[in-house]
């Protein structure tokens, strides 16, 4: 098949979201398929070098925004099937895929939610949501919560609906082969943005300054500034290291013993949790959105209401306390990171999720 592949990420870095891309394209071309990816920019070298290996085109995603009309005669044209990631269905880019009549679209949606009191769909969006929404031949959901949100929203049957997890590379993200340093490494892994929390985890760190730990931030975004400032205003800087973005998060989560995803917002899966149960972290984060799916509360991590400082800070100072249970967290995450969320299945189950529909548009067997 000839696949437009509609991703709306910069893969500006080396994470697990540019090599999900990476591993999608190998796969679609061992198969026989012709992909082009449409995405943002900055492109990281190294997955513009990939592309240039697997002789992958792309171009801007902007080019569908700013021309969605033309995009859409181009699309239906040149290619057998539209494929959209990280594409909110209402969007400029999105309209390009709708007007491609009469390809079938596919959307794959891993995108998180508001927070609470925000985002409240108008009148007008109640109505465009399925009228939109009939263009779409089938839908993927990257948990079940966000499969059960979709299908209220979008007025889906369950023919057309599936779950495909996320998918890390569990051979890239290990447990450490050397033991854990002192004092006890905490470490989250976010876009720092008011959705991720981040506030939350210093002010936890905050009450537990009796406990050895140090605090490793790694990310960047539009709150860096201001949880820097938070951290001087409240004397933890020489306890909290912000150490930016980085293409070798693996190595950061290979030294850490506590992992903390204190979001506010409704998270669609929670990559970098996977990533920490992978290299064996004793893992706290939101009982919010899909990260109930991810983590067996009390065996493969501990789950916290969102936005209670007092359940994270007493989450975290047990841990703190309890190299033990620690340990038997890590063992059991990392054991579930392997069975549930490992990359190789992630990225088969999406291209025979293509292969499946693009064949019954064709009315002719699928491949494999």
């Known amino acids: 098949m000839r696949i437009a592949a509609l991703v709306y990420l910069a893969p500006r870095k080396l994470g697990s979201l540019e090599q999900w891309v990476m591993e999608f394209l190998a796969e679609c071309s061992r198969r026989g398929h012709q992909v082009h990816l449409f995405c943002d920019i900055p492109i990281h070298p190294v997955v513009e070098q990939r592309l240039v290996e697997l002789g992958v085109k792309w171009t801007r995603f902007q080019q569908l925004e700013r021309n969605p009309r033309r995009w859409g005669r181009v699309l239906s044209r040149s290619f057998d099937i539209i494929y959209m990631n990280l594409v909110v269905p209402r969007s400029r880019g999105a309209y390009a895929a709708y007007l491609a009549w009469p390809r079938p679209v596919l959307l794959f949606d891993g995108i998180s939610g508001p927070m609470p009191?925000?985002?409240?769909?108008?009148?007008?969006?109640?109505i465009l949501d399925p009228l939109i929404l009939t263009r779409i031949t089938a839908l993927a959901g990257c948990s079940e919560y966000v499969l059960r949100r979709d299908r209220r929203r979008f007025h889906l049957s369950a023919a057309q609906c599936t779950v495909i997890y996320n998918g890390i590379?569990?051979?890239?993200?290990?447990?450490?082969?050397?033991?854990?340093?002192?004092?006890?490494?905490?470490?989250t892994v976010a876009r720092l943005i008011p959705e991720k929390g981040v506030d939350l985890l210093i002010e936890a760190c905050l009450q537990l300054q009796h406990l050895p730990w140090v605090l490793k931030i790694v990310g960047d975004g539009v709150?860096?500034?201001?949880?820097?400032?938070?951290?001087?205003?409240?004397?933890?800087?020489?306890?909290t290291e912000f150490l930016g973005l980085r293409h070798d998060?693996?190595?950061?989560?290979?030294?850490?013993?506590?992992?903390v995803h204190p979001c506010l917002w409704e998270e669609a899966f929670g990559l970098t949790i996977a990533e920490a149960m992978a290299c064996g972290c004793a893992t706290i984060a939101s009982r919010v959105g899909g990260i109930p799916e991810i983590i067996e509360d009390g065996t493969s991590g501990?789950?916290?209401?969102?936005?209670?400082?007092?359940?994270?800070?007493r989450a975290l100072r047990d841990l703190l306390r309890d190299p033990s249970r620690r340990r038997r967290l890590?063992?059991?995450?990392?054991?579930?990171?392997?069975?549930r969320f490992g990359l190789t299945d992630a990225v088969n189950l999406q291209v025979d999720w293509i292969e499946h529909w693009g064949a019954r548009r064709k009315g002719e067997p699928r491949a494999g």
């Open 117 to 126: 009191g925000q985002g409240l769909r108008s009148w007008i969006g109640r």
């Open 169 to 187: 590379d569990t051979n890239r993200f290990l447990p450490p082969t050397w033991p854990y340093a002192e004092p006890t490494v905490i470490a």
């Open 223 to 239: 709150e860096e500034a201001r949880l820097k400032a938070l951290v001087k205003e409240v004397g933890l800087e020489h306890r």
């Open 249 to 259: 998060v693996e190595a950061v989560l290979g030294a850490t013993e506590i992992y």
């Open 302 to 313: 501990i789950l916290v209401e969102r936005g209670d400082l007092p359940a994270l800070t």
């Open 330 to 339: 890590g063992q059991e995450a990392r054991k579930r990171a392997v069975e």
